[in-house]
């Protein structure tokens, strides 16, 4: 089982950019599929973005163009780098496998974007 821990998220004005981090206690190599996920306040947790072993990516639609994951070449990050920010962008973000496994979830990253 691996702790996830995100960070990199703060304070931007929309058209800003942030990259987040997600940072596993042991190699992910094994979790075919890596993703972002993120919730607004009063709403559903929702996915943002994946990418697996390979290399393949999916979107969103609400961030496709705008939102990029990659894998680091330590066996245990997984990035996303956020660009054109949008005040409608704002909420935690969390990594965890995709399909998100429950003894995964950690504590977020919090991204504010302000208009």
């Known amino acids: 089982q691996a702790q996830l821990v995100e960070s990199g998220g703060g304070l931007v004005q929309a058209g800003g950019s942030l990259r987040l981090s997600c940072a596993a206690s042991r190699s992910i190599d094994s979790i075919h599929v890596m993703g972002w996920y993120r919730q607004a306040p009063g709403k559903q947790r929702e996915w943002v973005a994946l990418i697996t072993n390979d290399g393949i990516t999916n979107y969103a639609i609400s961030v496709k163009g705008r939102f990029t994951i990659s894998r680091g070449n330590a066996k245990n990050m997984v990035y996303l780098q956020m660009n054109s920010l949008r005040p409608e962008d704002t909420a935690v973000y969390y990594c965890?496998?995709?399909?998100?496994?429950?003894?995964?979830w950690g504590q977020g990253t919090q991204v504010t974007v302000s208009s």
């Open positions: 965890n496998a995709w399909p998100a496994r429950p003894s995964y």
